[in-house]
């Protein structure tokens, strides 16, 4: 098993934009390998490159009944309904906001070998598929709360055993929703 720390809110790595992979080899392999492992660790549903503290175009994902990695994902949304519901995050563990995301949508990438792949995601799946393309982004879950709740989330994070104190700017996705408030 390769299971690596998960960087926490606050590590400038989650607020750094990756680079698509350009080199389908041996370090990629590991790479989904160690993703794949620290995601099932740790119970999550999904797990991105920069979350281990690797700036690559990388996530892996486990949830409704789906499983696999995605290599420079892009997404397209299918129709126009929305969901609202929990979501969470490893890198802000034990914690959960209900937070609006497209209820369907397909991602495009590749495999850990270069071959191209499609994901068709609706619910749990496109929120995965939503949330970790936005780490991929440099942009958080808490980037995309309403005002009150983002408010309310800070305050709940400062109070965690596990936050160092740094505070970084909230960014805004540039997948953005239909209808969003801030």
Avoid at 58 to 72: K, Q, R
Avoid at 141 to 148: K, N
Wanted: with cysteine; charged share 25%.
């Amino acid at each position: 098993m390769t299971v690596q720390p998960i960087r926490l809110f606050g590590d400038p790595v989650l607020r750094t934009p990756a680079v698509e992979v350009v080199d389908f080899d041996k370090e990629l392999r590991t790479l989904v390998k160690d993703l794949w492992d620290s995601m099932q660790d740790a119970g999550g549903a999904g797990l991105a490159a920069p979350q281990l503290g690797v700036g690559l175009r990388v996530f892996t994902y486990h949830c409704d009944g789906f499983a696999g990695h995605l290599v420079n994902p892009t997404w397209d949304v299918v129709g126009e309904e929305m969901q609202e519901g929990p979501e969470g995050c490893l890198s802000i563990p034990g914690m959960q906001w209900d937070c609006k995301r497209h209820l369907h949508v397909v991602a495009k990438g590749w495999n850990m070998h270069g071959e191209p792949v499609e994901v068709e995601g609706t619910e749990t799946l496109a929120r995965c598929i939503q949330h970790e393309t936005d780490h991929l982004d440099g942009v958080m879950f808490l980037d995309r709360l309403d005002a009150e709740t983002r408010k309310l989330a800070m305050k709940e994070i400062r109070r965690a055993d596990w936050f160092d104190g740094t505070v970084p700017t909230l960014k805004q996705s540039p997948h953005p929703l239909f209808g969003r408030s801030s």
